[in-house]
């Protein structure tokens, strides 16, 4: 029980406290310069690697920083290379246009939209699978078999483009782009000839220091509307589901049995704890629309 009220408590504070804290994400050009440094604290760093980047976060009172996981096939220039952030009592635009403009560190950065979404990625289906499939790449820019689509990618900057989840009933297209993806999302749904439909990536954190026990999870979609899909890269002890009043609805040991039951679940917020077979545990927010 005291478990419980401690999961509990962290959901509250992130909802109900600290309101002048505000939260970012940032890609690096180089995953090697600018990441974090770990000096002793559990799961999030104050510091990185790179003084300049670590100029600006004392400037901005940044207090977490730490590398964030999104979709499973990240390419290899991305992996290592997504970040997130948190400034406590801080101008959080400013702190954006200060990341933004230490460009030969940072290729782009912004405010944290919507917990455990990525601001610079999609997940997009198609309406035929054959139109819109991408066909090679032109000054870095993905280039498709559709002309529509093609001025799509130019005008938002999208260098990476490819099948996910290739054979199953999640099969869809991933992809990053040097833009805020929420003007991306608006574009590609308004080619509603060629795009079925889009979705914000989700995206997840470590939970240690220790590279032996990083755990990455994936959950997608998230809002979701029909059943989610889990992705982690550890065995899983226990996975649980919990309402709003803290009362747990659903645990199992199979992530696929979770899937399944996750269509049945009524639209609201739910919380998932995740425990796995190491000892890890981790707690993230599902909304079904």
Known sequence: MKHLYFFLGL???????????????????????????????????????????????QNHNVTCYQ????????P?????????????????????QDLNN??????????????YSFNHGLNLTLVDDTIGTPIGENNGVVTTNNTN???????????????????????????????????????LD??????????????????????????????HPNPFKDKISI??????ESIEIYDILGKSIYKSSSVSELENYSSTLKSGVYLLKITTKDGNTMTKKLIKS
């Open 76 to 96: 290899n220039d991305l992996y290592g290379s997504i970040h997130i952030g948190g400034c406590d009592g801080c101008n959080i635009a400013q702190l954006v």
């Open 231 to 236: 992705k982690i890269n550890k065995a899983i």
């Open 149 to 187: 689509l093609n001025q799509i990618f130019t005008n938002f900057n999208v260098s990476y483009y490819t099948i996910a989840n290739a054979g199953t009933s999640y099969e869809n297209y991933e992809l990053f782009c040097n833009c805020d993806a929420t003007l991306l999302k608006q574009e």
């Open 11 to 57: 959901f509250f504070i992130n909802y109900f406290g600290f309101a002048q804290y505000h939260q970012f994400q940032l890609v690096l050009v180089d995953s090697n310069v600018g990441s974090e440094v770990y000096l002793g604290c559990a799961g999030c760093s104050q510091e990185s690697n790179d003084e300049g980047l670590n100029n600006i976060f």
């Open 102 to 115: 230490y460009d030969s560190v940072i290729m782009i950065a912004s405010e944290d939209y919507e917990e």
């Open 190 to 219: 308004m080619l509603s000839t060629i795009v079925l439909s889009t979705d914000y990536m989700s995206m997840g954190v470590v939970l240690s220091t220790e590279e032996s026990q990083m755990t990455h999870v994936s959950i």
């Open 67 to 74: 590398t964030a996981y999104v979709y499973s096939d990240t």
